[in-house]
């Protein structure tokens, strides 16, 4: 079992940027794709991006697509969400997540506490 603690949230202008982070507990941090997910007030849990076990290969929902970067260092323990560009619509509570094989098997098995990120126009 792994545990994910998240920082980086936070109040951010419409047009700027924000990087959040997930630090995962113990060891083998190398054999989990992480992922992060978001839900906005009143509408379903949305995946956003995802990352290979060695970071070579990453997923992105379209709506992101070319303002957010995921990433990771395996020596820290991190994964990480650059968001560029930021709209209001990308306001949300976001969480990373952990699972062996995740994208194989669609699902994550653990989950980080969330953080509020909230864009203002």
């Known amino acids: 079992q792994v545990q994910l603690a998240q920082s980086g949230g936070g109040l951010v202008q419409a047009g700027g940027s924000l990087r959040l982070s997930c630090e995962a507990s113990g060891h083998s941090f190398d054999s989990y794709d992480m992922g992060w997910i978001r839900q906005a007030p009143g509408k379903e849990r949305e995946f956003v991006a995802h990352?290979?076990?060695?970071?070579?290969?990453?997923k992105y929902t379209d709506s992101v697509k070319g303002r957010f970067t995921i990433s990771r260092d395996n020596a820290k323990n991190t994964v990480y969400l650059q968001m560029n560009s930021l709209k209001a619509d990308d306001t949300a509570v976001y969480y990373c997540?952990?699972?062996?094989?995740?994208?194989?098997?669609?699902?994550?098995?653990?989950w980080g506490q969330g953080t509020q990120v909230t864009v203002s126009s």
């Open positions: 990352i290979s076990r060695s970071g070579d290969i990453t």
């Open positions: 997540a952990a699972g062996v094989s995740a994208w194989v098997r669609g699902e994550y098995d653990y």
